[in-house]
């Protein structure tokens, strides 16, 4: 009796120290983050530490998207939620909030403890309704200057990954590091070739460029849609017209997850041009499914464009 017992406690006492010896590999952080270049400047610190899921869709607009139903079980077990804030991604917000069975463990929010610029187009927008729901006057569009993200969302999700993943926080800290590095290295390519540039005023298609503008001395002179997703009216067109012939704006920047027809208009008018920038890029979208991509991107873009 008594040996026996002693074969099955030495047997058990085996698996514990092969378990302890050998331990199954830990299970990725699960992280949402609202839209695409959250998403991937998230893959790009985890790296495979992390699954990432994006709940913007590819081509869809974040400032009029409505989320599905389905989309609720991908995001259930999420223990990191990354956001912009600042009123843009609502949506995502209350997608979570649905979504949660208990509270989340960590969220990051892009536009933390930075200085928000005032949405610009204020002035320019009486008649489409003055409802601003999507702004409430905080420009969010903070991704779009690489220097706000090296130097504030960068250190922030890496923060919260070390806090959920103690074990792998020097792992992290390497991988924000390099990507820290190549975050300098895209500041420097934009901003030695707008520097070159001979004209530096544009037209958007919302009002999204408004930190890369001011990074690198651009300026977003107004928006054809100053609140994304409601047409604009001809009257307002017929303002945007004469600003542009005013300030010698000739390049209207559309957007390919809006409709380009107020753009096209303007540009007719003032015999300009309709070029796209975009401020989302995504999965599977080429030349544009990653953060660094779609940056690049955007800087031929707007040096093709604004010779
Ligand atoms: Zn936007």
């Known amino acids: 009796m008594k040996s026996r017992g002693l ?22 952080i699960k992280v949402a983050a609202s839209i695409f270049p959250l998403a991937d400047i998230v893959r790009q610190i985890g790296g495979k530490r992390v699954t990432v899921t994006t709940l913007l869709p590819a081509g869809a607009s974040e400032h009029t998207f409505e989320p599905s139903a389905s989309q609720i079980r991908q995001v259930a077990d999420a223990s990191l939620y990354v956001r912009v804030g600042a009123g843009l991604d ?15 463990t960590v969220t990051v929010t892009a536009t933390n403890g930075i200085r928000l610029l005032a949405v610009a187009e204020q002035q ?18 903070v991704w779009l200057d690489p220097i706000l993200v090296r130097d504030h969302l960068l250190p922030a999700v890496t923060d919260a990954l070390s806090q959920l993943s103690p ?18 290295r895209l500041d420097q ?13 544009f037209i958007a298609m919302h009002g999204a460029w408004a930190y890369l503008a001011k990074r690198y ?7 054809v849609e100053p609140f994304p997703g409601k047409e604009p009216s001809a009257r307002y ?17 559309a957007e390919p997850q809006l409709p380009a027809k107020g753009a096209q208009v303007i540009a ?16 599977g979208v080429a030349g544009r499914d990653s953060y660094l991509g779609l940056m690049r991107h955007n800087l031929a873009t707007i040096t093709g464009g604004m010779r």
Not at 217 to 223: E, F, I, K, R
Request: charged share 20%.
């Open 7 to 28: 074969v099955v406690g030495v047997a058990l006492l085996g698996i514990l120290m092969q378990t302890a010896s050998a331990p199954a590999a830990p299970q990725p």
């Open 90 to 104: 609502g949506w995502a917000d209350k997608l979570i909030a649905s979504a949660r069975q208990r509270p989340l």
């Open 124 to 141: 320019l927008h009486p008649e489409n309704g003055g409802d601003a729901d999507h702004h409430d006057g905080d420009d969010p569009h």
């Open 167 to 184: 074990a792998d926080a020097s792992y992290f800290k390497t991988n924000s590091k390099n990507y820290a590095l190549a975050l300098t």
């Open 189 to 201: 390519e934009l901003r030695s070739s707008i520097d070159k540039l001979p004209r530096k005023g």
């Open 217 to 223: 001395g651009l300026t977003q002179v107004a928006a």
């Open 237 to 253: 067109l017929v303002q945007l017209v004469s600003i542009a012939r005013k300030q010698g704006v000739t390049t209207i920047f």
């Open 268 to 283: 007719a008018e003032i015999g300009g041009r309709v070029l796209l920038l975009d401020p989302l890029g995504g999965e």
